[in-house]
């Protein structure tokens, strides 16, 4: 595996280099994947609006690695561990919005997101017991549908805190629009 990493550690420096970008970049396999990790200045350039450039170049490094290998591998790019922090955001909102659906019982739907960035809040709220997911829309980027599993029942469904009273929700502040059906929330 670590041969692997290598031919993909030089590739990703070829590439950016070819770019004019000056970085350092360390390997690792992790479950199957080559995992590399970008540090330099650059990061900005690199990562683009919500990741958007991070995932072209990810796309192309694995086209790159898969045909010199003659064989499909996962090459998972990171900068300045950038996906951990875009994990957390996403994960936060995932839990920020659930706590508003329980609360006023009723649905809400956020985006648009990346298929990546959806699994990530589908599998945040996946143990939540009262509130379920579902991506809505054609193509690449969709939007997420968060509502209260009983949603159709007319049952209003509401979060407990532990003392036993009704939660008043979590304030929530971010820049995607949410709607709730009827109007916008």
């Known amino acids: ?42 990061r900005g350039i690199l990562i683009g609006r919500h990741g958007q450039t991070l995932e072209s170049l990810q796309f ?25 922090r875009r994990e957390d955001y996403l994960t936060g909102i995932a839990f920020r919005v659930g706590q508003k659906v329980r609360t006023k019982g009723r649905s809400l739907t956020i985006g648009p997101f990346s298929a990546n960035e959806r699994r990530i809040i589908h599998v945040a709220l996946r143990e939540d017991p009262l509130v379920r997911t579902e991506s809505l829309g054609e193509g690449e980027i969709k939007k997420i549908k968060i509502a209260p599993k009983s949603e159709g029942s007319g049952e209003k469904v509401q979060a407990q805190r532990p003392d036993g009273g009704i939660s008043s929700g979590l304030p929530f502040r971010n820049n995607f629009k949410l709607s709730g059906g009827k109007g916008d929330v």
């Open 60 to 84: 192309l490094v694995n086209r790159m690695v898969s045909k010199k290998l003659r064989e499909s591998v996962r090459v998972v790019l990171d900068v300045n561990d950038y996906r951990k």
């Open 1 to 42: 595996m670590s041969e692997e990493i290598e031919i993909a550690r030089v590739l990703l420096l070829e590439l950016l280099e070819r770019m004019g970008i000056d970085v350092e970049v360390d390997g690792v396999a992790r479950e199957g994947d080559l995992c590399l990790e970008v540090k330099g200045d650059k």
